[in-house]
């Protein structure tokens, strides 16, 4: 299972990485720091799941999930 971590801080973004990597079977396949990024990430690598911070400057999480809700592949 390949995962997106999408949080604007970093010692958050890290501390899942190593959880995940501790329990085994998810494959980090990118993170991101912003809502920008995070959809930049889903486009190029339509991963199979995403850790998501709801609460980010700029574009926030439920923000974002709207956009890529719009694009219709992610849930089809």
Known sequence: M???IIDDEEWARHALR???EAIGGVEI???AANGIEA???I???R???IF???EMPGLGG???LAQVRARRWWFS
Do not use: W
Request: hydrophobic content about 45%; charged content about 45%; overall charge negative.
């Open 18 to 20: 190593r959880e995940l």
């Open 29 to 31: 396949a990118s993170e």
């Open 39 to 41: 959809l930049e990430r």
């Open 2 to 4: 390949r995962a997106l």
């Open 62 to 64: 439920i923000e974002m």
């Open 43 to 45: 486009d190029e690598l």
């Open 47 to 49: 991963p199979d799941l």
């Open 52 to 54: 998501l911070d709801v």
